[in-house]
């Protein structure tokens, strides 16, 4: 039976980092003439939701000498706030989040980045309820209803705002609009893969357990080795 749960743990890594995978290809296709984003930001917050609640399981396995229940897991939700906090809190208890600084680096960058956060929370939005937009919106639900390409729109602007050069270029002929794609898509690519790279070196360097380490061997390479510097290119291939 536990040889069996180590094969379901070690899929789910490989299917996590494949959607972050696809995602990551998908979007980098955003542009003038590209408006569909639902599925982009599906394999996106399905991947990262995928890889913490596998952490969240290691470190529950870790505490109680048992993995979390069916209902247990559920409770979780599609919450990726709540989960990347649960994973910054049990790396902030793990020494080695204390003493390295690349890793001391890494938990301030999840806690501090306003980019970061900005990015996270559309993820969220969508995990949790615009992945049910045209389904929302047809059966008339009552409550807020969020449209993944207003949910990019905003960051999009949001960073445009620092580049008044791009502003002038898409303002005046012979209106350029394709060097807004050319800057945001990079960028977001770098801040999906940051993130990605940290999850990894919760995988790797202990906090989350030895099976943790065990389970994702090989599995998560594409992300784990990205030198600051590649950070918003595509390396990978799938």
């Known amino acids: 039976m536990e040889s069996l ?25 955003f542009g003038p003439s590209t408006i569909d984003l639902f599925i982009p930001l599906l394999l996106l917050s399905v991947g990262f939701e995928r890889l913490l609640k596998v952490l969240y399981c290691f470190d529950f396995f870790n505490k109680n000498s048992n993995y979390p229940t069916n209902n247990e897991l559920k409770d979780k939700g599609h919450d990726l706030i709540a989960l990347t906090n649960h994973f910054i809190s049990v790396c902030e208890n793990y020494q080695l989040y204390k003493n390295a600084q690349a890793r001391i680096n890494d938990l301030k960058y999840l806690k501090n980045s306003l980019d970061f956060k900005q990015l996270l929370s559309i993820l969220n939005i969508f995990a949790k309820e615009a992945r049910y937009y045209n389904l ?3 059966s008339g639900i009552e409550k807020q209803i969020y449209d993944p390409r207003e949910l990019i729109s905003k960051f999009l602007n949001n960073i445009l705002r620092r580049y008044p050069e791009i502003n002038e270029q898409i303002s005046n002929p012979p209106y350029n ?9 990079p960028y977001f690519v770098e801040l999906v893969q940051r993130f990605l790279r940290i999850i990894c070196f919760g995988f790797t ?7 943790a380490k065990q389970l994702s061997d090989g599995l998560l390479d594409d992300f784990l080795f990205i030198r600051d510097e590649n950070l918003s290119q595509i390396n990978f291939t799938l």
């Open 5 to 29: 749960k180590d094969i379901s743990f070690n899929d789910e890594i490989r299917i996590g980092c494949t959607c972050a995978k696809k995602g990551l290809i998908e979007f980098s296709k």
């Open 136 to 138: 929302d919106y047809i």
């Open 177 to 185: 609009s394709q060097i807004v794609y050319d800057t945001f898509n």
């Open 205 to 211: 360097q202990g906090a989350f357990g030895d099976k």
